[in-house]
């Protein structure tokens, strides 16, 4: 049963609420519903990995696309089928090679003979849930007609355009120790995703469940359902990500922050040119403000708060930052740039 709703001056954090709250308490409710559904359905198929649970949930509820970096055998399908079975969609994987070409993600025309015309067959790009696996095995064609889709929304065809669903959302991995036979993303391409979740190994704890499981015959699927949610639920969810409330101090938050990587803000690192090369653009601001967003209301708030901002600033930061060849070569990672970055600029 929802709660009365409570005023600006009795809700937390009541210096970066609005004056009337930006939600209804039915629609809060209804939010959490959902949330609490996909996460059940997520435990039930991937153990552990709350990291990667809450990158998946909050780009979902942003509209985002995420690009999922790990050594070979950590879940990242597992968590992407497991999303794609919570929301009741459509679910394709496309397995990345160098002979994959455009057509074969978009689709293409084929000739019928008997009746001498065209006909459209749409690719696997055409699904709610697309995983590209191992992205950076295909060729830099084919990772911009993908990439192109991610962002309009929309393949063409022989002239024709074809909308994607709604929601539409990419999934793309890639193997950071393997090089042969690969493809490195450029920094343009790669800030066209939300977030970038880096997988680490489970806990003894962890694998010792996932040893469980699998005698169990329950690692890859369990033995009961946990339910779904629809299509309309997530596109409902999306409409209450633009409705919550961002505070006029918590966007001088953002851009302070993002002007901090590129070597100025209010408060200037020490010598972090020596470190980045190009910091974050304006689509980081976005992705801040959206993620932030996101995650207030995966928490039940319809304002965000700095903290919601700090949240998974990792997720959303460490794609953009473009190091130098210096910094990499003494093994300086981008979490130790963000870290020194959000230390430097004083929480409002």
Known sequence: MSQPSQSASQRPGSGFTPKAPALSPADLERSRDIVATISRVF????VGQENLRLTLLASLAAGGHVLLE???GLAKTTAASALASAIGGSFHRIQCTPDLMPNDI???QIFNYGSGTFTTQLGPVHANIVLLDEINRSSA???SAMLEAMQERQTSIGGEVYPLPEPFMVLATQNPIEEEGTYVLPEAQMD??????VLTYPRP???HEILDRSTAGALAAPRQAVGSVSLDDIRFLQRMVDG???DAAVKRYIVDLVFTTRGSGPRPVPNLTQSVRVGASPRGSLALMRVGQAFALLNGRDYVTPDDVRAL???VLRHRLVMTFDAQAAGVLPEQVIDAVFQAVPMP
């Open 43 to 46: 435990a039930s198929r991937v």
């Open 70 to 72: 790990s050594v070979p």
């Open 192 to 197: 066209r995703f939300l977030m970038k979740e």
């Open 244 to 246: 919550v409330y961002v």
């Open 141 to 143: 064609k084919t990772q």
């Open 205 to 207: 704890a962890e694998e």
């Open 313 to 315: 600033r990792y997720s």
């Open 106 to 108: 978009i689709g293409t």
